[in-house]
Every structure is written in C-alpha cells, then in structure tokens.
C-alpha cells in the first residue's frame, strides 16, 4: 500500500479512534488487569460498533489468554487485543481482476449508501493504473441515478453507457459488456438498482444481470462488491444479509468512514459476514477511495505498536 493511500486510511479513521479507540488504549495504559477492566473493555469495545457478537468472542479469546499466558498487565493485554483484532481479518486473496481481457465488477447495497459515488471513485483508480474502464448504469430505476454516474463518468474521464428509466438493467449490462468488448476495454464497473422492498424483486433483478453478464463473459461477474454505508453502523450488517442471500458478494466497500466513528464494524462484517473490506470511502472526492489494509486500520485505530 502506497504511503499516501494509508495516510488517507488512518485519516478517515480520526472520528473512530477519537470516539473510542482511543478510550481502549487509554483503559490498556501500564496497570493491573482486573475485573473493572474486563467489564469496561467489554463496553468500550461494544460502543466501537464492534457488534455484540465479536465483541463476545474477543472477550473470550482475550480471557482465555490472559490465564493462559499469564497477563497481568493492561499494556501486554493491549498487545493481546492489536493481535487478536488482526486476527479477525484475515488477508484475503488478491482481487480477482486482471487476469483475463475484459473484467467485470458488480456494484451492489441499498440506495445512499454512496453506490455511484463509489464507482466514480473505483472507476478513476483503475483509469490512474491504466486501464480502459466502461461505466454500465444499470440502476434503471431512478433516472437521477443514471444521470448522477453519467456525471462522475465525466469527472472520472471514463466512457458509460446507459438505457431508458424503467428499462431493462439486462439489456445495459449486455450492451456495456459488447461494446467494451468491441473498444478492447478491459474494465466494465456496473451500478445496479438498491431496491430492498421485497428479497424477491432483489433476487429477480441480480440474478438477472448476473446471467446476462455470463452469457457474454463467460466467467463474469468477477467481483461482486457491496457497497455499505459506515454511518449506519450495525443497520448494515442485516441489510449486507439480504445481499448475500440474492448474489454471491465478494467483498465491501465501506463508504463514508471519515463521517462516522462506527469504523470497528469492520470487525463484525468479517466475522458475521465473513466478507473482506476491500476499500472504504475516506471522502466526498473523487479520489477519496482507499484500498483497505488490515495492519493499517488497526494502527489507525489504536495507534502504532510500541515495540
Ligand atoms: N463523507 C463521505 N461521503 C460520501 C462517501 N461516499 C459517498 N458519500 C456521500 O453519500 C451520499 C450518497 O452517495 P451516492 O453515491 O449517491 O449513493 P447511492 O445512492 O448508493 O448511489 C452522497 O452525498 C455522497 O457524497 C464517502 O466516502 N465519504
Ligand atoms: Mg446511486
């Protein structure tokens, strides 16, 4: 990870570390570990928006150590937590882009939970490496959503394609992958309708454009991101459930982690989701996408280890 990228990640994480974090790492200062501490990290760790759930499962870990390994002291059981939160986000495979002519990512998650914000900003750094990037707007069911990427592509620098309100996001998705097929791109990014007002109509729509796009790219989507909103905190979680009911996910993007301090969801989406975070939005801008990188956030959040 670049230098400026984990700047900007450790920076959009100021509101979290802020908030709580830095309470944790102040409860972990040089004391005794008692009984207080065990209730109060519990606390702290659940306020985070860690989720109840893996705050439990932290708890226990870090009890079971503290017996066995003897830990008497806050700061080694500060040490203990760095490594057991690390543990909680495990380094997953790279993306799998890059490896045929044309790659196709599908964009998914609720509407306002920064969708087309997100592919603006992916779109602009896959264009930055080189790459012949195609916008598919395939959320046909608002026409300010079309319009809305029609404006990012622009700023982006990058080419889109478009259908009529109400038509058929299928039909999108077919002529984005010809046409991108035709031009030599290599890189279709499709924005797909938020709807959640019944699991079937979800189901209906992205198995659909999951079908289309296969038929044409025989191995595509090869990404499918969620894109979920940071602000929501644990709200997330259950909507990123009916997600992964409809379509096979492959990875988050979290946007608007520099507007909140419920940035430890990270933690609950890989263990209740089992779902990497692979980029969050640290920003408005277009160049406000970081790429996620587990030693980073949890240094952003507790500071960097003393030893
Ligand atoms: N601060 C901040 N705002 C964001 C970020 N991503 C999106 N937004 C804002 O969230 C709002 C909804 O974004 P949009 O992309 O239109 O969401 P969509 O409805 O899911 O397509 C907009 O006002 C965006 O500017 C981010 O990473 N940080
Ligand atoms: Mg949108």
């Given at each position: 990870m670049t230098i400026g990228f984990a700047q900007s990640l450790k920076d959009s994480l100021t509101r979290t570390r802020n908030t709580v974090f830095s309470r944790i790492a102040n409860l972990l200062g040089a004391s005794q570990v008692t009984e207080e501490t065990w209730d109060e990290l519990e606390g702290l760790l659940i306020q985070a928006d860690v989720g109840v759930e893996t705050t439990l499962h932290l708890i226990e870990q870090l009890r079971r150590r503290a017996s066995e390994e003897a830990i008497l002291q806050t700061d080694t059981l500060q040490t203990a937590l760095r490594e057991e939160l690390r543990a909680l986000l495990p380094d997953p495979p790279p993306l799998d882009l890059g490896n045929r002519p044309l790659d196709v990512i599908l964009i998914v998650g609720v509407?306002?939970?920064g969708k087309t914000t997100s592919i603006a900003k992916l779109a602009y750094c896959y264009k930055q490496q080189g790459r012949q990037v195609l916008l598919a707007a395939a959320d046909t069911f608002r026409a300010a959503a079309m319009d809305q990427l029609g404006i990012w592509a622009g700023r982006a620098g990058v080419n889109i394609i478009t259908g009529s309100v109400g038509g058929d996001p299928g039909a999108i998705i077919f002529d984005a992958l010809q046409s991108a097929q035709a031009r030599g791109m290599d890189l279709v990014i499709a924005d797909t309708a938020g709807?959640?007002?019944?699991q079937y109509n979800l189901m209906a729509e992205l198995g659909k454009i999951r079908t289309v796009a296969a038929k044409n790219v025989p191995t595509a989507p090869h990404e499918t991101l969620l894109v979920l909103d940071a602000t929501t905190g644990q709200n997330a979680l259950s909507q990123a459930k009916h997600f992964q009911q409809a379509v096979d996910v492959t990875g988050v993007i979290l946007a608007k982690l520099d507007s909140t301090?419920?940035?430890?969801m990270v933690f609950a989406i890989a263990?209740?989701?089992?779902?990497?975070?692979r980029f969050v939005g640290?920003?408005?801008?277009?160049?406000h996408l970081a790429p996620f990188d587990a030693d980073v956030f949890i240094d952003g959040l507790l500071g960097p280890t003393n030893n």
């Amino acid at each position: 990870m670049t230098i400026g990228f984990a700047q900007s990640l450790k920076d959009s994480l100021t509101r979290t570390r802020n908030t709580v974090f830095s309470r944790i790492a102040n409860l972990l200062g040089a004391s005794q570990v008692t009984e207080e501490t065990w209730d109060e990290l519990e606390g702290l760790l659940i306020q985070a928006d860690v989720g109840v759930e893996t705050t439990l499962h932290l708890i226990e870990q870090l009890r079971r150590r503290a017996s066995e390994e003897a830990i008497l002291q806050t700061d080694t059981l500060q040490t203990a937590l760095r490594e057991e939160l690390r543990a909680l986000l495990p380094d997953p495979p790279p993306l799998d882009l890059g490896n045929r002519p044309l790659d196709v990512i599908l964009i998914v998650g609720v509407n306002g939970s920064g969708k087309t914000t997100s592919i603006a900003k992916l779109a602009y750094c896959y264009k930055q490496q080189g790459r012949q990037v195609l916008l598919a707007a395939a959320d046909t069911f608002r026409a300010a959503a079309m319009d809305q990427l029609g404006i990012w592509a622009g700023r982006a620098g990058v080419n889109i394609i478009t259908g009529s309100v109400g038509g058929d996001p299928g039909a999108i998705i077919f002529d984005a992958l010809q046409s991108a097929q035709a031009r030599g791109m290599d890189l279709v990014i499709a924005d797909t309708a938020g709807r959640l007002h019944t699991q079937y109509n979800l189901m209906a729509e992205l198995g659909k454009i999951r079908t289309v796009a296969a038929k044409n790219v025989p191995t595509a989507p090869h990404e499918t991101l969620l894109v979920l909103d940071a602000t929501t905190g644990q709200n997330a979680l259950s909507q990123a459930k009916h997600f992964q009911q409809a379509v096979d996910v492959t990875g988050v993007i979290l946007a608007k982690l520099d507007s909140t301090a419920k940035g430890g969801m990270v933690f609950a989406i890989a263990r209740e989701l089992g779902l990497p975070v692979r980029f969050v939005g640290t920003g408005e801008r277009i160049e406000h996408l970081a790429p996620f990188d587990a030693d980073v956030f949890i240094d952003g959040l507790l500071g960097p280890t003393n030893n």
